[in-house]
């Protein structure tokens, strides 16, 4: 297998959208429930000789993590685990997480945030800056669960979300996971908002607050508009709480014509397996951007596959790196490392091809791997630049959506020389 392209293998990348690690120590059965998607299937014990070291992904992991702590490839998973549990969470999150070849980080700390490392404690570890992604549905919930009439949910959520957004990078949608895709581009009226959110709010005292209401995964969505901030959107691949055929980001059309006109970048997640569709999304609008996620390390030796798939019609300019690693500090290494093998594959056909130069090449490895992760957040930008709506709701009864056919005036992103690397 011929080594990594050199200019691949320096590449520090930015892993623009993960989890923080766990601070614990994991059991067999609680590492095998985060080494895959299958979290309730594995976290029950499964049927008798199935394990997720018996596929793709445990055979990557098996392949490539054991020499980061000292242990030759293919170590047997026992061997591996107790290993780890000498070395103790602390030592084996520092390794992993300095051996990915990070530049920085934009990590989702909406998830599990009191077992997982926080933002600050990632960067920290890992060496690297990292940066605080805001999940738009944690925010209703927490507003939700300290008591607000219906009639004012919406000013509450507001004003929640500018406080904690202030500094993130990001919001991300996980409307995917609650009501899938196939969201109205209509910004919802307050009367809308309101009437929604009595019932839900009426149901909170009764059960696990869990926000499942496409008019309110919407209004959540033009709220992370009116703030000017990227939105990132789980799309596609996920654990079997997702209905999957209701996560095509086609589905999503409507909106992202909606929000074009404003400028706002809109980041599609994972994608797996409708990456091609995503791919073709981020090409046909300006303001769409892709990645393959978390399917880089679950394919394992298919990754180099994925990406070529994920790139045939997506412009070089619109492709991101993320791991979206959660919980097990091996996942960021390890989507890092297949996602470096995957890209020098497809860079090295191409100039084996003739298709690009060598200088080409190293262009598109910056870009991929760094530039256009910096250029979209911001990062190393001035926050100023950034567009702001935050002064025009789009709940008023009196806004009207932008016509799908009205011109978009010029991206504010387009055309930025890219940010040096620290």
């Known amino acids: 297998m011929p080594d990594l392209l050199p200019f691949v293998a320096e590449q520090p990348l930015v892993d623009h959208h993960c989890h923080g690690v766990l601070r614990a120590e994991l059991n067999v059965v609680g590492f095998e429930a985060l080494l895959s998607e299958g979290l309730a299937y594995n976290?029950?014990?499964?049927?008798?000789?199935?394990?997720?070291?018996?596929?793709?992904?445990?055979?990557?992991?098996?392949?490539?993590?054991?020499?980061?702590?000292?242990?030759?490839?293919?170590?047997?998973?026992?061997?591996?685990?107790?290993?780890?549990?000498?070395?103790?969470?602390?030592?084996?999150?520092?390794?992993?997480?300095?051996?990915?070849?990070?530049?920085?980080?934009?990590?989702?700390?909406?998830?599990?945030?009191?077992?997982?490392?926080?933002?600050?404690?990632?960067?920290?570890?890992?060496?690297?800056?990292?940066?605080?992604?805001?999940?738009?549905?944690?925010?209703?919930?927490?507003?939700?669960?300290?008591?607000?009439?219906?009639?004012?949910?919406?000013?509450?959520?507001?004003?929640?979300?500018?406080?904690q957004a202030r500094g993130a990078v990001a919001v991300k949608s996980i409307a995917a996971y609650r009501v899938g895709l196939e969201l109205s581009?209509?910004?919802?009226?307050?009367?809308?908002?309101?009437?929604?959110?009595?019932?839900?709010?009426?149901?909170?005292?009764?059960?696990?607050?869990?926000?499942?209401?496409?008019?309110?995964?919407?209004?959540?969505?033009?709220?992370?508009v009116d703030l000017g901030l990227p939105i990132q959107f789980h799309v596609g691949y996920g654990d079997r709480d997702i209905d999957l055929h209701r996560c095509n980001p086609l589905l999503l059309t409507g909106l992202l014509r909606a929000i074009e006109p404003l400028g706002v970048p809109v980041v599609l997640l994972h994608n797996y397996p409708y990456h091609r569709e995503a791919g073709y999304l981020a090409q046909v609008f300006p303001h769409v951007y892709v990645d393959a996620g978390l399917a880089t390390h679950n394919v394992g030796s298919r990754a180099s596959a994925l990406i070529a798939e994920a790139l045939e019609l997506t412009h070089f300019g619109k492709f991101l790196y993320s791991s979206d690693a959660f919980g097990l500090p091996e996942l960021y290494y390890l989507g890092a490392l297949l996602?470096?093998?995957?890209?020098?594959?497809?860079?090295?056909?191409?100039?084996?091809?003739?298709?690009?130069?060598?200088?080409?090449?190293?262009?598109?490895?910056?870009?991929?791997?760094?530039?256009?992760?910096?250029?979209?957040?911001?990062?190393?930008?001035?926050?100023?630049?950034?567009?702001?709506?935050?002064?025009?709701?789009?709940?008023?009864?009196?806004?009207?959506?932008?016509?799908?056919?009205?011109?978009?005036?010029?991206?504010?992103?387009?055309?930025?020389?890219?940010?040096?690397?620290?």
């Open 339 to 422: 996602f470096r093998r995957a890209l020098s594959d497809f860079l090295r056909a191409g100039l084996d091809g003739g298709e690009w130069t060598e200088h080409d090449a190293e262009r598109v490895t910056r870009m991929t791997g760094a530039e256009n992760a910096r250029r979209v957040y911001r990062i190393g930008v001035l926050p100023s630049a950034r567009p702001h709506h935050a002064d025009h709701h789009h709940t008023s009864p009196h806004h009207t959506s932008p016509s799908p056919s009205a011109p978009s005036p010029a991206c504010p992103f387009h055309g930025l020389p890219p940010p040096r690397l620290p």
């Open 185 to 224: 581009g209509e910004p919802p009226t307050e009367a809308e908002v309101a009437a929604a959110a009595g019932p839900w709010l009426a149901s909170v005292s009764e059960g696990p607050i869990r926000l499942a209401d496409e008019t309110l995964h919407r209004f959540l969505i033009w709220c992370g």
């Open 43 to 163: 976290t029950t014990g499964g049927p008798a000789g199935v394990t997720p070291f018996d596929s793709l992904v445990g055979f990557a992991f098996r392949r490539w993590c054991p020499p980061v702590l000292g242990m030759e490839p293919h170590a047997t998973p026992a061997d591996y685990l107790r290993r780890r549990a000498g070395l103790g969470a602390g030592e084996v999150n520092q390794r992993f997480l300095k051996d990915a070849g990070l530049a920085a980080l934009c990590v989702d700390s909406g998830f599990q945030p009191d077992s997982l490392l926080s933002p600050a404690e990632m960067g920290e570890a890992a060496g690297v800056p990292a940066h605080e992604i805001i999940r738009l549905e944690q925010i209703a919930e927490a507003t939700a669960a300290g008591g607000v009439s219906a009639a004012d949910f919406a000013g509450a959520v507001r004003a929640a979300l500018a406080e």
